[in-house]
């Protein structure tokens, strides 16, 4: 039986360098080939939404957003004047500047206008 504390080190548990094992093969990735929609294609199904969804599907093709990223978006994250909006905590915890699609934004705007008067009509 080891008395005390056995010293780690980057030989190994045993103290003893393992070296080059023959005949293991390391496993590789599986290579997934991507699904590109044609412009037809995006222009069919886009064609099918309307209101919010056809909105976010919008930024997720013109501007290149992930699912995730399009549903935390906020009011204050629009920056019409310079025509980009603001990602934060994107992928790898990233903030990052994307256009924002030019046959986007004035339906966007309006979207914006109604999400205000909600509240207010809520309340009535």
């Not at 929609?37 to 919010?52: A, H, M």
């Not at 930024?59 to 909006?85: H, P, T």
């Not at 992928?91 to 207010?120: C, F, I, N, S, W």
Request: glycine share 6%.
């Amino acid at each position: 039986m080891i008395e005390g504390p056995v010293a780690r080190n980057p030989d190994g548990v045993l103290e003893k360098k393992i070296g080059l094992i023959q005949g293991v093969v390391r496993a590789k990735r599986p290579r997934r080939l991507l699904v590109v929609l044609t412009k037809d294609e995006v222009k069919r199904v886009l064609s099918c939404l309307r209101d919010t969804p056809w909105l976010m599907a919008m930024l997720l093709y013109g501007a290149g957003l992930q699912l995730m990223e399009c549903c935390r978006l906020r009011v204050k994250d629009s920056d019409f004047s310079w025509n980009q909006i603001v990602i934060r905590a994107g992928k790898g915890d990233k903030d990052r500047y994307t256009m924002l699609p030019a046959p986007v934004k004035e339906p966007l705007v309006r979207h914006l206008q109604a999400v205000r008067r909600q509240p207010e009509e809520d309340l009535r």
